[in-house]
């Protein structure tokens, strides 16, 4: 049997790239990206010149089977997505799920998550927390809100800079406008920013400023 790594990759900086996730991925046999072109570029960067292969939500459900046979054969394969962490709002869950049920051996590295850093530093308790990644566009959007709306424990978020600012209103709608809140942006990039403030504060600032780069929003609970 082969292994199967989860490998995170940075979600700006290149220097989150860590030592062990190099190595995993020089020694792999083939490497799944969510997106070759994306993931070719990292991979040159650190010297590596495995074979790349395309695994993203549109193909996984098909292509999953034969990666299977891969690990089953021997194989060691690693799994990367575009940022990040393989499986938190990205492709990962349902090969990670058939690689169980058929016995594989798979181990997920450390890494690089947008969610830790914005919720660590957001000010904001972090000992217990929900991660609720991305919100429905449209249906079902109301109703998860409302789900939402007496949680006590900070909440996390994912979102667009196309939405953010419905997203920020829509919070101040269902969790009041004085509830605390703070949104970071271009984690680990050079212009990563974090705006704190009631959502009425910082939904004003995002009105006069227009949202630019990835986000997530880090919301306080109800006090209980």
């Known amino acids: 049997m082969g292994i199967l790594y ?6 700006g900086n290149m220097e989150d790239m ?24 990292l991979l040159k960067h650190f010297g590596i010149s495995q074979h790349l292969l395309s695994h993203h939500k549109f193909n996984e459900h098909g292509t999953s089977a034969s990666v299977i046979e891969r690990l089953k054969g021997g194989q060691t394969v690693a ?3 575009d940022a990040g ?12 799920r058939e690689a169980v049920r058929a016995g594989v051996e798979v181990q997920t590295l450390p ?13 904001l308790p972090c000992d217990r927390f929900c991660f609720e990644g991305f919100l429905p566009q449209k ?11 007496a949680e006590e424990r900070t909440m996390v978020f994912y979102e667009s800079p196309y939405r953010v600012l419905k997203t920020l209103q829509q919070f101040a709608e269902v969790f009041g406008s004085d509830r605390q809140v703070s949104v970071c942006r271009e984690i680990s990039k ?12 910082v939904v004003a600032h995002f009105t006069e400023h227009e949202p630019r780069g990835e986000f997530v929003i880090v919301v306080a609970g109800i006090k209980s």
């Open 6 to 11: 989860i490998v995170p990759t940075p979600v």
């Open 18 to 41: 860590t030592l062990r996730a190099i190595r995993i991925l020089k020694e792999a046999d083939v490497v799944l990206a969510e997106d070759t072109r994306t993931s070719g570029i």
């Open 79 to 81: 799994l990367v997505s």
């Open 85 to 96: 962490t393989p499986g938190i709002s990205d492709p990962g869950f349902f090969l990670v």
């Open 111 to 123: 890494g690089a998550t947008a969610f830790v850093p914005a919720l660590v530093s957001s000010g």
């Open 139 to 149: 249906k079902g959007r109301q109703t998860k809100l409302q789900s939402l709306a």
């Open 190 to 201: 050079v212009h990563e920013e974090s705006v704190r403030g009631t959502l009425e504060e």
